[in-house]
């Protein structure tokens, strides 16, 4: 049974910081690609950012230069470092692995908010 567990998520004035973590109990970490999304009250879950098993990575335009993915595939985790927080990031956080299925997180809310 293959488990993700985020963390790092909490409530942050604009232009904040934060970092997520995801650990995944897989034994090969480093085959998987791995992903961020989020879901804002009554939207969509909508792709993050992604980090592909090679280290490529992928940005939606709305964290373009704010967001950065990274992943350490000795500790079978991967971060999304979050800067220059506005009150529209603010949403739930999903932690996903992919390789020939998907797994997932079980969330972690951010708050954007003075």
């Known amino acids: 049974q293959v488990q993700l567990v985020e963390s790092g998520g909490g409530l942050v004035q604009p232009g904040g910081s934060l970092r997520l973590s995801c650990a995944a109990s897989?034994?090969?970490?480093?085959?998987?690609?791995a992903a961020w999304y989020r879901q804002a009250p009554g939207k969509q879950r909508e792709l993050v950012a992604r980090i592909t098993s090679g280290g490529s990575t992928k940005y939606a335009d709305s964290v373009k230069g704010r967001f950065t993915i990274s992943r350490d595939n000795a500790k079978n985790t991967v971060y999304l470092q979050m800067s220059s927080l506005k009150p529209e990031d603010t949403a739930v956080y999903y932690c996903?692995?992919?390789?020939?299925?998907?797994?997932w997180g079980q969330g972690t809310q951010v708050t954007v908010s003075s």
């Open positions: 996903n692995i992919a390789r020939l299925n998907d797994y």
């Open positions: 897989v034994r090969i970490f480093s085959i998987y690609n």
